[in-house]
């Protein structure tokens, strides 16, 4: 089954509970129980390098980044003069918005990635403009 075989295997709902997901904190709670104990799901404070208190900041700006076709991820990326080699990805994503309106729409394949020099980082490709993104720094 490869890279997803614990989502595969995963039961949404055990037999014979029904879970009320919306009308108490005691209705969710089994379901985040469930989640929390799924090899996928990280926190986002467990991400995030030692020391920094748990702290990221927001950045959107251009970079240039390299496409690795085996692994079908950036393979690195040059920000500020430097070049961030991409050690693993932690997780990815797709952003989509105003599909139906050209002058609105958001179309952002995402990347969260460990980069060899430390570091983690939200790296996008803008489909609709055609360039690479930092979103975000996790350090």
């Known amino acids: 089954m490869g890279r997803n075989a614990a989502i595969k295997r995963y039961v949404t709902l055990p037999e014979g509970r029904a879970d009320d997901l919306f009308s108490s904190r005691e209705g969710r709670a089994p379901v985040i129980e469930d989640l929390r104990a799924t090899p996928w799901f990280v926190r986002a404070d467990d991400l995030v390098h030692p020391g ?6 927001r950045v959107v700006e251009p970079v240039a980044a390299t496409w690795d076709v085996v692994r079908r991820a950036p393979a690195a990326f040059a920000w500020r003069s430097r070049v961030f080699d991409v050690e693993s ?25 460990v980069a060899s020099e430390g570091g983690t980082y939200d790296l996008a490709f803008d489909r609709a403009s055609g360039r690479w993104l930092l979103l975000g720094v996790l350090d």
């Open 52 to 57: 920094s208190a748990g702290l990221g900041k």
């Open 89 to 113: 990805v932690v997780q990815t994503w797709a952003v989509e918005r105003a599909w139906w309106d050209v002058e609105y729409t958001v179309s952002l394949r995402c990347w969260r990635i």
